[in-house]
């Protein structure tokens, strides 16, 4: 599920070690680059035909996050096995500690994980420093990689979410390959049927409707048998999660950016005249319609308010309520539809995404077995059993989208399959990649607080692009 929830003190360390790390040149270019040169990868020490076995007796280590994707992944290791003859050792932390013994780990360079689970935007931390392995020279090397991987079957908006040149404010897409997309989730919003039903409401389709059917549900859920159910669950706890799913989807669909970019440098935008007005705007709609104890709220309490029937919508990842939805899984489930959202005044669905992704230590000594490794954990036939399966839930590839046996797993969901067709080629990560983002995000975090505390929205931003810019200065 969308636990990523740790908060700045999660990336102090990460801040030490890049401090204290020299950058290392990147190696290679990025896989649509067209040029063959990979700039002395060992990617280039594999020639010949494809072999699956090229690596047999090898052991290749994994640190893993605990997850539904793990556990998918840990029941059927025992096929990679069969087919690489390569073993997989592994351990798993909860995330309120994963991200630190990975960053521990990759800043010591050890290497005591050949693989590991990251999210796309950690690529903005450990990229720079060199950790990460350029994946583009082995992808385009069909030596190492086998031919029914199928590149072009990813959805390419989730490729280019981990592809990026290093360069602080350069788009995504752009340079090495420096993560794998292996799970995603899209922020739309979910809702009560049940709710909905009883007080005449249907799905907001613009961010004004959004607001006034939260304070609605608030107002009069109550009295409709709704005991203490209230419009809208969205996070609000002083941590940069709380930015990047529904808060920053509705920004981006409002045509707002967090940072501009000129000539390499960026500039704050988050107190911009219409950025500001958002921002106000959230806040009351939060102030009317959400939960009273709202500044504490991460995902968890979004998602299980969902499922207890004390939230009558949910703006977040489709996860979050995937889970309240299955039957069985929570007293609202089989009364949980979803929706993608309100439109930005132009129509616009831009969505922010979260991409749980696999990536490469580039101090490893087992490149090659880890190479296989990665193939198989992102290729076809493993994710399909995942989603089929287990609760891989969101596919990183086409074919498993369109798999009927995918369609026939979530029909029973009212609107799953349809929202996520609608926000698919939409989905994107729409904040600016740079070192500073868990910096950045957490102090907006912290502004959108003060803001729904009661102080001006206009002060308040200011004060936060001043020193945000001063940091980036």
Same mark, same amino acid.
């Given at each position: 599920?969308?636990?990523?929830?740790?908060?700045?003190?999660?990336f102090?360390?990460l801040?030490?070690?890049?401090?204290?790390?020299?950058?290392?040149?990147?190696?290679?270019?990025?896989?649509?680059?067209?040029?063959?040169?990979?700039?002395?990868?060992?990617?280039?020490?594999?020639?010949?035909?494809?072999d699956?076995k090229?690596?047999?007796?090898?052991?290749?280590?994994?640190l893993?996050?605990?997850?539904?994707?793990?556990?998918?992944?840990?029941?059927?290791?025992?096929? $990679?096995?069969?087919?690489?003859?390569?073993?997989v050792?592994?351990?798993? $932390?909860?995330?309120?500690?994963?991200?630190?013994?990975?960053t521990?780990?990759?800043?010591?360079?050890?290497?005591?994980?050949?693989? $590991?689970?990251?999210?796309?935007?950690?690529?903005?931390?450990?990229?720079?420093?060199?950790?990460?392995?350029?994946?583009?020279?082995?992808?385009?090397?069909?030596?190492?990689?086998?031919?029914?991987?199928?590149?072009?079957?990813f959805?390419?908006?989730?490729?280019?979410?981990?592809?990026?040149?290093?360069?602080?404010?350069?788009?995504?897409?752009?340079?090495?390959?420096?993560?794998?997309?292996?799970?995603?989730?899209?922020?739309?919003?979910?809702?009560?049927t049940?709710?909905?039903?009883?007080?005449?409401?249907?799905?907001?389709?613009?961010?004004?409707?959004?607001?006034?059917?939260?304070?609605?549900?608030?107002?009069?859920?109550?009295?409709?048998g709704?005991?203490?159910?209230?419009?809208?669950a969205?996070?609000?706890?002083?941590?940069w999660?709380?930015?990047?799913?529904?808060?920053?989807?509705?920004?981006?669909?409002?045509?707002l950016?967090?940072?501009?970019?000129?000539?390499?440098r960026?500039?704050?935008?988050?107190?911009?005249?219409?950025?500001?007005?958002?921002?106000?705007?959230?806040?009351?709609?939060?102030?009317?319609?959400?939960?009273?104890?709202?500044?504490?709220?991460?995902?968890y309490?979004?998602?299980?308010?969902?499922?207890?029937?004390?939230?009558?919508?949910?703006?977040?990842?489709?996860?979050?309520?995937?889970?309240?939805?299955?039957?069985?899984?929570?007293p609202?489930?089989?009364?949980?539809?979803?929706?993608?959202?309100?439109?930005?005044?132009?129509?616009?669905?831009?969505?922010?995404?979260?991409?749980?992704?696999?990536?490469?230590?580039?101090?490893?000594?087992?490149?090659?077995?880890?190479?296989?490794?990665?193939?198989?954990?992102?290729?076809?036939?493993?994710?399909?059993?995942?989603?089929?399966?287990?609760?891989?839930?969101?596919?990183?590839?086409?074919?498993?989208?369109?798999?009927?046996?995918?369609?026939?797993?979530?029909?029973?969901?009212?609107?799953?399959?349809?929202? $996520?067709?609608?926000?698919?080629?939409?989905?994107?990560?729409?904040?600016?990649?740079?070192?500073?983002?868990?910096d950045?995000?957490t102090?907006?975090?912290?502004?959108?607080?003060?803001?729904?505390g009661?102080?001006?929205?206009?002060?308040?931003?200011?004060?936060l692009?001043?020193?945000?810019?001063?940091k980036?200065?």
């Amino acid at each position: 599920m969308d636990t990523h929830a740790h908060d700045r003190r999660r990336f102090l360390a990460l801040g030490a070690a890049l401090a204290a790390t020299p950058l290392l040149s990147a190696c290679g270019t990025g896989f649509g680059g067209g040029d063959d040169k990979s700039d002395g990868s060992a990617a280039d020490d594999v020639t010949g035909s494809f072999d699956w076995k090229r690596e047999k007796g090898t052991t290749v280590k994994a640190l893993l996050n605990k997850h539904p994707y793990t556990d998918a992944l840990i029941a059927d290791l025992k096929s $990679f096995t069969e087919k690489t003859g390569i073993e997989v050792e592994y351990d798993v $932390f909860p995330e309120d500690n994963y991200f630190d013994k990975l960053t521990v780990d990759l800043s010591s360079g050890r290497a005591s994980y050949d693989v $590991f689970m990251l999210g796309a935007y950690m690529v903005w931390q450990y990229g720079p420093p060199g950790w990460l392995e350029d994946l583009g020279p082995w992808m385009r090397n069909s030596s190492a990689t086998a031919a029914e991987w199928d590149q072009a079957d990813f959805f390419p908006n989730l490729l280019q979410a981990d592809q990026w040149s290093l360069k602080a404010g350069a788009p995504l897409g752009q340079g090495g390959q420096y993560a794998l997309p292996w799970g995603w989730e899209t922020n739309v919003v979910a809702y009560n049927t049940d709710v909905f039903r009883k007080l005449g409401l249907r799905p907001a389709e613009t961010f004004d409707e959004l607001r006034d059917i939260a304070g609605t549900i608030k107002r009069k859920a109550p009295g409709a048998g709704f005991d203490g159910m209230y419009g809208i669950a969205v996070r609000g706890s002083r941590s940069w999660a709380t930015i990047h799913p529904g808060f920053m989807t509705m920004y981006a669909r409002n045509g707002l950016k967090d940072f501009t970019v000129e000539d390499g440098r960026l500039t704050p935008a988050m107190n911009s005249p219409e950025a500001v007005a958002f921002t106000r705007d959230w806040a009351a709609m939060v102030k009317q319609g959400g939960p009273p104890s709202w500044t504490s709220y991460t995902w968890y309490q979004c998602s299980s308010d969902l499922g207890a029937k004390k939230a009558g919508m949910l703006f977040d990842a489709d996860t979050a309520a995937y889970f309240q939805a299955v039957e069985g899984a929570s007293p609202a489930s089989g009364r949980i539809a979803f929706h993608p959202g309100p439109k930005g005044p132009d129509g616009s669905l831009a969505t922010n995404m979260w991409i749980w992704s696999l990536g490469m230590n580039a101090r490893s000594r087992k490149k090659s077995a880890a190479w296989l490794f990665l193939q198989w954990a992102t290729g076809k036939e493993h994710l399909r059993e995942g989603a089929i399966r287990h609760n891989h839930i969101d596919p990183v590839r086409k074919s498993i989208a369109d798999d009927p046996a995918y369609k026939d797993k979530m029909k029973h969901l009212p609107g799953f399959i349809e929202t $996520f067709e609608t926000v698919v080629d939409q989905t994107r990560i729409q904040f600016t990649p740079q070192e500073q983002f868990f910096d950045a995000t957490t102090s907006w975090a912290a502004a959108l607080q003060e803001i729904y505390g009661g102080q001006g929205a206009k002060p308040v931003l200011d004060d936060l692009a001043g020193d945000l810019a001063g940091k980036l200065g």
